[in-house]
T-cell receptor, first 115, second 116 residues
Framework: DQQVKQNSPSLSVQEGRISILNCDYT??????FLWYKKYPAEGPTFLIS???IKDKNEDGRFTVFLNKSAKHLSLHIVPSQPGDSAVYFC??????????????WGAGTKLIIKP | ETGVTQTPRHLVMGMTNKKSLKCEQH?????MYWYKQSAKKPLELMFV???????ENNSVPSRFSPECPNSSHLFLHLHTLQPEDSALYLC???????????????FGPGTRLTVL
């Protein structure tokens, strides 16, 4: 049973418009949510995060919104640029053991920015 | 070298071979991870080493054997693999701070493994 779900395998957006990537989760114990971006033949790179005690975090063109009641978060990219074409992963930080944390990952959404 | 490096980048092996994947982190982190990524699936955590001690083993088959000789190096020893083990194997590191739930992980480029 997937605890972090990204239900859209792919998304196509016109350059300059807003890209909205969605992520749903089931576990209310998650402390932090992180978004990663992955290009082909490279490892994922960290993009932006949000604490479970906040509902919004912004960094330049990237904004993450968290709706705890709906157990839903979204990543907004505006304006979208060709270099944003990549696979985006949503991940959640969850405790395990006495004092350690691990990340639970979604399956990813492939974002394609059309010129 | 900076960040997290992995070698080899590509590996093709038969089911009877023995090979090893290597990961090195240059970030001074205290935790290292092995992940498996299969097509269109979430990243699957395989092993975690925290302060060189293995703290997680998510029911990974014994044909995968990790080794962490120090806090900068991590190996994944492979033997008698199956074709379904073909995947991208990613190494990551992070600095786990006592009392903090924040766990930003830094990834290497991965090893694309094909088992024939």
């Amino acid at each position: 049973d997937q605890q972090v779900k990204q239900n859209s395998p792919s998304l196509s957006v016109q350059e300059g418009r807003i890209s909205i990537l969605n992520c749903d989760y089931t576990n209310s114990m998650f402390d932090y949510f992180l978004w990663y971006k992955k290009y082909p033949a490279e490892g994922p790179t960290f993009l932006i995060s949000i604490s479970s005690i906040k509902d919004k975090n912004e960094d330049g063109r990237f904004t993450v919104f968290l709706n705890k009641s709906a157990k839903h978060l979204s990543l907004h990219i505006v304006p979208s640029q060709p270099g944003d074409s990549a696979v985006y992963f949503c991940a959640a930080s969850v405790p395990y053991g006495d004092s350690n944390y691990q990340l639970i990952w979604g399956a990813g959404t492939k974002l394609i920015i059309k010129p | 070298e900076t960040g997290v490096t992995q070698t080899p980048r590509h590996l093709v092996m038969g089911m009877t071979n023995k090979k090893s994947l290597k990961c090195e982190q240059h970030l001074g982190h205290n935790a290292m991870y092995w992940y498996k990524q299969s097509a269109k699936k979430p990243l699957e955590l395989m092993f975690v080493y925290n302060f060189k001690e293995q703290t997680e083993n998510n029911s990974v088959p014994s044909r995968f054997s990790p080794e962490c000789p120090n806090s900068s190096h991590l190996f994944l020893h492979l033997h008698t693999l199956q074709p379904e083990d073909s995947a991208l194997y990613l190494c990551a590191s992070s600095q786990q701070l006592a009392g903090s739930s924040y766990n930003e992980q830094f990834f290497g480029p991965g090893t694309r493994l094909t088992v024939l």
